[in-house]
Each structure stands twice: as C-alpha cells, then as structure tokens.
C-alpha cells in the first residue's frame, strides 16, 4: 500500500478497536470508539507528559506526536507511538529508566 493510501484509511492495529474484551468492535467512525479513543490518548499523555511530549488525534485514524521542542510527525498506531517518540527526541529516552518509572508510578490512578 502506498503512503497516500495508508493516510486514507489502511489498515487498523488490533489495538484500535477497544478495551472491552467481551465485545469485538469492528472499526467505525461511531461515537462510542471515537470517546475511548480520546479516552486511550488521555491516559498516554499523562504518562508522555513526563518527558515533555503529547499526542493528539489525527482525523481519527493516526496519532500526531509533537515534541518538547515542538517537533511533530504522525505515528500509525499505539505500537508505532514509542519509535515516533524515540525519533522525534533529542536525547535518548529509556522507557525502562527507575526515575521514569517512579514517575509514573506517582500518576494518580483514580482519574482513568
């Protein structure tokens, strides 16, 4: 598939289609995915906040990554989010890192 056409509506990761595990979702453009997409975005952002980085949703379809320096690019899906991160960054970023995960381990859970 050519990048034009992937921009348009390629494809879909299994991770688009929700959190209810006892109802499969076939993907739409309803109400209900489009709010647990928002939803999904909030919960990454109070963890990407951190290292100074937010997402954004793109017409329902990607993700716009924009940097602490301002930077932006369009990643595919939630597994593509990390390596879109890692390229925008201008230091290295360990996801892995103690002080990292203190960091979030410090979020307060009650608001998801």
Request: aromatic letters at 10%.
């Amino acid at each position: 598939m050519c990048g034009f056409c992937a921009i348009l509506g390629g494809s879909y990761h299994w991770s688009e289609f929700g959190t209810d595990s006892e109802q499969y979702i076939t993907y739409s453009n309803s109400q209900p995915q489009r709010l647990e997409r928002l939803k999904q975005i909030k919960q990454i952002n109070r963890v990407i906040s951190i290292i100074g980085f937010n997402i954004s949703d793109w017409a329902n379809s990607k993700y716009l990554v924009r940097g602490p320096t301002g930077k932006t690019e369009l990643a595919d899906n939630l597994s593509h989010l990390w390596s879109v991160i890692e390229g925008i960054s201008v230091s290295k970023i360990d996801p892995l890192d103690r002080k990292f995960l203190k960091q979030i381990e410090s979020i307060d859970h009650d608001e998801y």
